[in-house]
């Protein structure tokens, strides 16, 4: 408690030190970069009382709270269904209980695919029923099922050597994990790919670091020119069991069955909330996570974890009574896992102000333990954001590494935004993305405060500075 009364006195001071006068002459800088770094320096007060109020004070596992109250009450959340408009309406309501300012809901039109009962046996050569998931927007087979022999094969280059076998065929593919965004391409496009071969299904091998038998969904994308075929995701488990087999030169028959359907677009929102900058209120420092999840498990790591993060970043800010020179904006995307839907109807709504955009912040990779934060933007703002990140020192959590896009900002970056993505343990990650076990068991309140204090010290002292990040 002294701590934190002392750190309170502390903002208040920080605060009339941290007002200065616009440093910029024809939209650039004159401050050297050493006055930077000064001015960084001197939020350590500010970025001590957050870190205190979130991982020890009255604020420590407010964030995992909220979030398991939120999954226990609603569960997941696909894009189209109910329960991801009674969660968007929930969160609504809980930001304007917060005391947040602007709370607001944009709306959108977002895809609607539902499962639907569905299911895969191996017939030959024995009885062994596949755990499975549908793919998003896969279509389903006719009522009575699509029964055929099964292709193994480990690649893209091995389907095509062996193209002349896959029709008519269930195309299994059994590639191996490297990581995710190599791996992924089997789950994209290995329908499209199987399709083009003659194939009349295919099963993917889930993109997954780990597993105890559990399969993994996620969304595939057919082409127009290419017929559509059913398309689903199996375990590592019988992914490599069926490879053995072939490899052994065994037939093997799977009986496939899906009632998956797209329906017509629907309408859902992207909601909004702020703490309105007290000098530069129309420049915005972004912060955000998708709202929106896959309909197994609940959602609570992907990506419940990131969007409460980021929620619990703003009050933090607010609970300590801190108001930055710019606007800090809490956005909770919907429809990302169809492909940033929401996010981009958001960009296209708000592009027109897109240099007053000073940073875009998405937490789309878990909530476990941070180990740094990853960054896109120019040489000079990557040098302003390890100074800031130098603020973290008491977590000893301080790197800056590349690669900050995130599907729901990269609109943003691509556009010369800066951009930056909380990093943490993805290899454990994946272990539960998009299966049943995404739920709140994988979650961890003290991890998930930590995160919190990190991405708080950061929206806080770049919304703050005098002035925004410097772009290419």
């Known amino acids: 408690m002294k701590f934190l009364i002392f750190a309170y006195f502390g903002v208040v001071h920080l605060l009339s030190l941290c007002s200065g006068k616009p440093v910029y002459k024809n939209g650039i800088s004159k401050r050297t970069f050493q006055e930077i770094k000064e001015e960084i320096a001197s939020y350590g007060d500010i970025a001590k009382a957050i870190i205190n109020l979130a991982v020890y004070g009255k604020a420590?596992?407010?964030?995992?709270?909220?979030?398991?109250?939120?999954?226990?009450?609603?569960?997941?959340?696909?894009?189209?269904?109910?329960?991801?408009?009674?969660?968007?309406?929930?969160?609504?309501?809980?930001?304007?209980?917060?005391?947040?300012?602007?709370?607001?809901?944009?709306?959108?039109?977002?895809?609607?695919?539902?499962?639907?009962?569905e299911s895969a046996v191996m017939l030959e050569p024995r009885t062994h029923k596949i755990a499975m998931l549908g793919l998003g927007s896969s279509i389903g087979t006719p009522p009575e099922g699509i029964t055929a022999e099964v292709l193994v094969v480990t690649s893209f280059d091995e389907l095509q050597r062996r193209a002349s076998e896959a029709r008519g065929k269930i195309v299994v593919y059994n590639q191996p994990y490297i990581n995710y965004s190599k791996t992924v391409q089997y789950r994209t496009q290995g329908a499209v790919e199987a399709a083009k071969v003659g194939a009349l299904a295919s099963l993917i091998r889930s993109v997954a670091s780990f597993s105890i038998y559990s399969p993994h969904t996620g969304i595939q994308e057919y082409q127009d020119d290419v017929p559509k075929i059913p398309t689903a995701c199996i375990t590592v488990e019988d992914a490599e069991m069926m490879s053995r087999m072939a490899a052994r030169g065994l037939k093997i028959v799977i009986q496939l069955k899906m009632a998956a359907k797209t329906y017509p677009d629907t309408d859902s929102f992207n909601t909004v909330a702020e703490i309105?900058?007290?000098?530069?209120?129309?420049?915005?420092?972004?912060?955000?996570?998708?709202?929106?999840?896959?309909?197994?498990?609940?959602?609570?790591?992907?990506?419940?974890?990131?969007?409460?993060?980021?929620?619990?970043?703003?009050?933090?800010?607010?609970?300590?009574?801190?108001?930055?020179?710019?606007?800090?904006?809490?956005?909770?995307?919907?429809?990302?896992e169809q492909g940033g839907i929401g996010a981009f109807q958001y960009y296209q709504l708000h592009k027109v102000n897109v240099s007053n955009y000073s940073l875009v912040m998405e937490s789309d990779a878990g909530t476990f333990l941070p180990t740094g934060l990853q960054f896109t933007g120019s040489e000079k703002a990557r040098a302003i954001m390890e100074e800031v990140m130098s603020l973290l020192q008491p977590l000893n959590i301080t790197q800056v590494l590349s690669h900050g896009e995130g599907t729901d900002i990269n609109f943003w970056i691509q556009a010369g935004v800066p951009g930056a993505s909380l990093?943490?343990?993805?290899?454990?990650?994946?272990?539960?993305?998009?299966?049943?076990?995404?739920?709140?068991?994988?979650?961890?309140?003290?991890?998930?405060?930590?995160?919190?204090?990190?991405w708080a010290v950061v929206s806080y002292v770049v919304a703050d500075m005098e002035e925004m990040l410097p772009r290419s």
Do not use: C
């Open 423 to 454: 990093l943490d343990d993805l290899y454990k990650y994946f272990f539960f993305h998009h299966s049943h076990g995404d739920t709140m068991t994988v979650m961890d309140p003290k991890q998930m405060n930590v995160a919190a204090a990190v």
């Open 60 to 117: 420590q596992n407010r964030s995992y709270e909220r979030l398991a109250l939120l999954v226990d009450t609603v569960g997941p959340r696909l894009s189209g269904s109910k329960n991801l408009e009674k969660a968007i309406q929930i969160m609504y309501q809980n930001l304007q209980q917060d005391g947040l300012e602007n709370v607001h809901l944009e709306p959108v039109r977002i895809p609607h695919w539902e499962r639907g009962e």
């Open 276 to 336: 309105t900058g007290s000098k530069y209120p129309e420049q915005v420092v972004l912060v955000s996570g998708h709202l929106d999840s896959w309909d197994v498990g609940q959602g609570a790591m992907d990506d419940g974890g990131g969007a409460f993060i980021s929620w619990e970043a703003l009050s933090l800010i607010k609970d300590l009574g801190l108001r930055p020179k710019r606007t800090l904006r809490l956005v909770l995307w919907t429809a990302e």
